[in-house]
């Protein structure tokens, strides 16, 4: 079975711009969440989807959005870039019919976001 | 946000020694997760514990959860260089639908 999958690896972006970053999930996950890891906060819980509803949500601003299409593969969209958003950002996939909590989540590589 | 703490934060120890990793809290969780991540990859599972006192053994690696449900610990023995890499604990809420993270511990072991 083929892991998670993340594109772009790696990404450079200017101050005020937006980013788009996605994530193919495992075959037959029906969740995917998205998490930010910076050295100073840690790994930080961004939102989770299940069948295409935004399911949970942490406590990120409004310019981190998501969405989750049919066929499970999800995006992130960072409008407005800061500095601080600089950051690597992993999915993570799992069954998903009970919480995040309940299910192994598998992560994938992530995309390793810099802000100049 | 339910916060945990881990310690300690680098850990750089010498292959056969034994360490000892601590994940606390002020918070109860539902359960504990245990991952390890090598740089470049995401994290890993390698243990989930359930239930307050339980203790989970994976070969050399030994995690323990607190009898409240609050904290956790990870002891690895005989340590190998193949153990490198950062640790970290997440706290499962009691809803089952958060999933709160440490900030690790990093760990080198040199031959």
């Known amino acids: ?116 | 946000t339910q916060l945990l703490e881990q310690s300690p934060q680098f850990l750089s120890i010498q292959e056969g020694e034994n360490l000892t990793v601590y994940c606390n809290s002020s918070s109860v969780f539902s359960s504990l997760q245990w991952y390890r991540q090598e740089p470049g990859e995401g994290p890993v599972l390698l243990v989930t514990v359930v239930t307050g006192g339980e203790v989970k053994k994976l070969k050399r690696l030994t995690f323990q959860f607190g009898d409240a449900r609050k904290d956790s610990s990870l002891h690895i023995t005989a340590a190998q260089p193949g153990d490198t890499g950062l640790y970290l604990c997440a706290g499962v809420s009691l809803s089952g639908y958060a999933l709160n993270f440490g900030k690790g511990t990093s760990l080198l072991v040199t031959p």
């Not at chain 1, 930010?36 to 942490?58: A, C, D, V, W």
Request: hydrophobic share 25%.
């Open chain 1, 1 to 116: 079975k083929a892991g998670v999958t993340q594109t772009p690896r790696y990404l450079i972006k200017t101050r005020g711009q937006q980013v788009t970053l996605s994530c193919s999930p495992i075959s037959g996950h029906r969740s995917v969440s998205w998490y930010q890891q910076t050295p100073g906060q840690g790994l930080q819980f961004l939102f989770e989807y299940f069948s295409e509803t935004q399911r949970n949500k942490g406590n990120f601003p409004g310019r981190f959005s998501g969405r989750q299409f049919s066929n499970s593969r999800s995006e992130m969209n960072v409008s407005t870039l800061e500095l601080g958003d600089s950051a690597l950002y992993l999915c993570a996939s799992s069954p998903g019919t009970s919480g995040i909590g309940y299910n192994e989540q598998f992560f994938g590589p992530g995309t390793r976001l810099t802000v100049l």
